[in-house]
């Protein structure tokens, strides 16, 4: 974002606040960012979004006649990405400012919705496909959430998720991880807050989604060597990186 150690803080407050948590700490100081704060990006963001990307595209099987979700948005990313491929879009987040930057590139085939899961009720048997990125996270108890997203699903829709491992966390410059928050320096003093971030396993997330009623659970680990981290993201590390690093647990579930 908008520095080495910031930039992983950032994208931890931003992510908390684009999701329907209702967990207070560290939201309140961050709530009230100035539109082009959310612009902002750093090599942590893009490596991750760049593994997130070849994985759904090679899963996601893409029919022109598709409607689907963008669940907690922010920026639009996935929206952006499927709208020239799909019938329509639907982008619902729970922050309108990043959603006003969405507004402006003015695509003709998405709605943009500001709120969250309680907007679903609106759309049952809706989507044919649904992604949920980087947000599962946030949640302290997500079954309600992933009830209301199966609901908003076709028979024979697909729910994508995507959640980070501690990888993104430990050993991270400037981050601390106790319990389920993580501390993290608020830029305007460096006075240290706590978000809620709640780092689940492959078997946790599988168990979640079987528990809510998803057929055809697949989980699996988006793994990294650390030989072929770019040097700026190596230099975000404490102690050097080794080995197979496993930096999100991504999911596909069918209804």
Wanted: aromatic letters at 10%; a positive charge; hydrophobic letters at 40%.
């Amino acid at each position: 974002m908008l520095s080495v150690i910031p930039e992983v803080a950032e994208r931890l407050i931003i992510a908390l606040i684009l999701t329907n948590i209702m967990v207070g700490k560290g939201i309140k100081e961050y709530f009230n960012l100035p539109e082009e704060y959310f612009s902002h990006r750093g090599p942590t963001v893009d490596l991750i979004e760049e593994l997130e990307e070849k994985w759904f595209l090679n899963n996601i099987k893409i029919n022109r006649q598709d409607v689907v979700l963008d669940f907690a948005c922010g920026l639009g990313r996935w929206t952006k990405k499927l709208s020239p491929r799909v019938r329509k879009v639907y982008s619902i987040d729970i922050s309108p400012k990043p959603l006003s930057s969405l507004k402006k590139q003015k695509l003709e085939n998405i709605k943009i919705i500001i709120g969250s899961d309680e907007k679903l009720i609106h759309f049952k048997e809706y989507f044919d496909k649904i992604i949920f990125a980087q947000g599962l996270e946030f949640y302290s108890s997500p079954i309600t959430l992933l009830k209301k997203l199966r609901y908003s699903l076709k028979q024979g829709g697909e729910l994508f998720i995507s959640t980070w491992t501690p990888v993104l966390i430990k050993d991270i410059r400037g981050l601390k991880l106790e319990k389920d928050y993580v501390i993290v320096p608020r830029l305007i003093d460096n006075k240290k807050i706590e978000v809620f971030c709640k780092l689940r396993t492959k078997n946790e997330v599988k168990n979640l989604l079987q528990k809510t009623g998803y057929k055809k659970v697949q989980v699996e680990f988006l793994s990294i060597d650390a030989k072929s981290l770019p040097m700026k993201v190596k230099k975000l590390f404490t102690k050097k990186p080794s080995g197979r690093l496993n930096v999100l647990v991504i999911a596909k579930a069918i209804k």
